[in-house]
T-cell receptor, first 113, second 112 residues
């Protein structure tokens, strides 16, 4: 079946602009995760959604970052007033339920000029 | 800060040899351990997971877990050039937190 999809695959923006990144999880997966991977760094957890429960936002680096998940499926990660240090690959993953194996999407490569 | 440490490498092994990748973690409450492979410019893909002390084998891959010493390793037998990639160790705590804590990865190069 179809895997996790993300869009756009690449995004170039100017410092100070807002960006929205989209994730479509695997059909039937109730858990959805956002990570980011900066050059030379490991994957950094950002936020986790599980069903209708309140999301785990403990990894969001600042209040410029927010995410929502509509209808328990598609998720959007929004970065407001982007900074150059936000440049990274943003990866979305989903799992059947929380704690199950996470499957990653192809990522969105964000470059803030 | 709960740490997951890996040697960045590169680890270079000849084709057909055994590649040994190691990972240590700081939080004794860690419950689940995962190895992901990431080719350059691609997203991570799961190779194996392990929950219990001891060895777990899947084809050419063996994961080893020692909770007392807080390390987990991945052995790749009969290494192939196609195994050349970065290998990420990930750890999940027990309880209600399901996010994975990743190491920075070990770069493996298998030479023909």
């Amino acid at each position: 079946g179809a895997g996790v999809s993300q869009s756009p695959s690449n995004k170039v923006t100017e410092k100070g602009k807002d960006v929205e990144l989209r994730c479509d999880p695997i059909s039937g997966h109730t858990a959805l995760y956002w990570y980011r991977q900066s050059l030379g760094q490991g994957l950094e957890f950002l936020i986790y959604f599980q069903g209708n429960s309140a999301p785990d936002k403990s990894g969001l680096p600042s209040d410029r970052f927010s995410a929502e998940r509509t209808g328990g499926s598609v998720s959007t990660l929004t970065i407001q007033r982007t900074q150059q240090e936000d440049s990274a690959v943003y990866l979305c993953a989903s799992s059947l339920t929380g704690g199950e194996t996470q499957y990653f999407g192809p990522g969105t490569r964000l470059l803030v000029l | 800060q709960k740490e997951v440490e890996q040697n960045s490498g590169p680890l270079s092994v000849p084709e057909g040899a055994i590649a040994s990748l190691n990972c240590t973690y700081s939080d004794r409450g860690s419950q689940s351990f995962f190895w992901y492979r990431q080719y350059s410019g691609k997203s991570p893909e799961l190779i194996m997971f392990i929950y219990s002390n001891g060895d777990k084998e899947d084809g050419r891959f063996t994961a080893q877990l020692n909770k007392a010493s807080q390390y987990v390793s991945l052995l790749i037998r009969d290494s192939q050039p196609s195994d050349s990639a970065t290998y990420l160790c990930a750890v999940r705590l027990g309880g209600s937190g399901y996010a994975l804590n990743f190491g920075k990865g070990t770069s493996l190069l298998v030479t023909p």
